[in-house]
């Protein structure tokens, strides 16, 4: 709208860059960005009135009307369209690494902008979300548009809001608009160069004005939950800008979560009156502990960060019981999946409990768990005994003297 162009996109060299402009902004830009906003704002009142549409009829009306390059005002200006066969680029080794840098990071802010959009809209008008639909779906799109040499593609926040705005509410909406773009492209570029920038920049603009709402995160601070995600993502993309912000904000993210995990403890669980749940001891009182069993469950999924300190706690656990303590049990109903550090950690829990004088029992087992360890456990009569039966049913078998699937 002002027209002029600030080198940067991050908020720090951006707002200085472009206030030490101001004597060469454009007025009359300014000026049609204002009518057109107000323009837009006064069609919303009247839903089914295509207001970004009569926009932009309007502004190119006013050009040819007002001359408004005569004034300063920046045109869209002529498109040069062609189709490029679909080919793969001729990069050197060098370039081709720099690109899978460049697409790791292109990936993770398409995936975060495209979710979030998906997400919050189809929460706003009660739709689901498929989350390996969408994947599948933005995969397919830049593989397409890659091999045509054409832009990332994703759900964008502002084209989504724009989509919204227009009154869009099916799958229609989209396939309508494709054939909207491919006439425009066919018949109508010469008009479409006629656009006012300022009238695209209004348009984006009021899109996003109606979602713009800071309230958004005010669960987030009540729920004390990813508040410093929520700041580190605000703060990173003002400083950073988007690309570089967005990316801060992940990485904070990934390592919050790794230190979660690796921070896990282990839960002492204890039956519940004389039923079939086995609590947590430590968080329900009223549960009582098995006589001559141990019932241990990690509280996070085992992986390389946390595999020893849990099993750490579960060895000074074993340590701390009596004589009368002859079996323990392990559930690792939170670990889908186990990764070679947790494999060889458990492997010298197993050892341990075995020179322990305790028979060990592994319950509510994962499927790719229960198969992996099959390769582990060696078939001897000090292996522990393993399988998917819950917690209940293992004690029963403990007390029992039995053995379920030993060593597979």
């Not at 550090?341 to 197993?350: G, H, Q």
Request: glycine share 10%.
């Amino acid at each position: 709208m002002t027209g002029v162009h600030p080198g940067h996109g991050d908020m720090l060299r951006f707002a200085p860059e472009l206030l030490g402009q101001i004597a060469h902004w454009n007025l009359a830009g300014i000026a049609t960005g204002a009518v057109a906003l107000g323009l837009l704002f006064l069609f919303a009142r009247a839903r089914r009135l295509p207001g970004g549409l009569l926009v932009i009829g309007l502004g190119i009306a006013a050009d040819q009307w007002l001359d408004l390059p005569r004034y300063g005002v920046n045109l869209v200006g002529s498109i040069n369209l062609h189709l490029d066969a679909p080919t793969l680029p001729a990069l050197s080794n060098k370039e081709w690494l720099r690109l899978g840098e460049l697409g790791f990071a292109m990936v993770m802010i398409l995936y975060s902008e495209s979710y979030s959009s998906i997400r919050i809209f189809a929460m706003k008008h009660g739709d689901t979300t498929l989350p390996n639909r969408d994947l599948l779906a933005l995969g397919v799109s830049n593989m397409v548009s890659g091999f045509f040499h054409g832009m990332p593609v994703g759900a964008g926040y502002s084209g989504t809001s724009a989509n919204e705005a227009a009154g869009a509410s099916t799958r229609l909406a989209g396939l309508t608009a494709s054939l909207v773009v491919l006439v425009i492209v066919l018949a109508m570029l010469h008009s479409i160069a006629l656009t006012p920038e300022p009238v695209l920049g209004a348009v984006v603009i009021h899109a996003l004005s109606h979602t713009l709402n800071p309230a958004i995160f005010r669960p987030y601070f009540k729920w004390k939950r990813d508040r410093l995600v929520i700041i580190a993502a605000i703060i990173g993309v003002l400083l950073l800008g988007v690309l570089d912000g967005l990316l801060a904000a992940i990485v904070i993210s990934l390592m919050m979560m790794l230190r979660r995990f690796s921070e896990s403890t282990i839960a002492m669980l204890g039956r519940l009156g004389q039923g079939h749940d086995f609590l947590d001891m430590a968080v329900h009182p009223e549960a009582r502990p098995v006589a001559g069993i141990l019932i241990m469950r990690p509280d996070e999924p085992l992986f390389f960060a946390n595999a020893e300190r849990i099993l750490s706690q579960a060895r000074q656990a074993i340590l701390a019981t009596g004589p009368d303590t002859h079996s323990v049990i392990l559930s690792l109903e939170e670990s889908p999946d186990l990764d070679s550090s947790s494999l060889e950690a458990l492997r010298d829990f197993f050892a341990f409990a075995a020179q322990a004088g305790k028979r060990l029992f592994l319950a509510r087992l994962k499927h790719p768990v229960h198969e992996i360890l099959k390769q582990l456990v060696p078939a001897d009569s000090a292996a522990p005994s393993f399988s998917g039966l819950s917690v209940d049913d293992t004690v029963r078998l403990a007390q029992a003297g039995g053995e379920q699937n030993p060593a597979g």
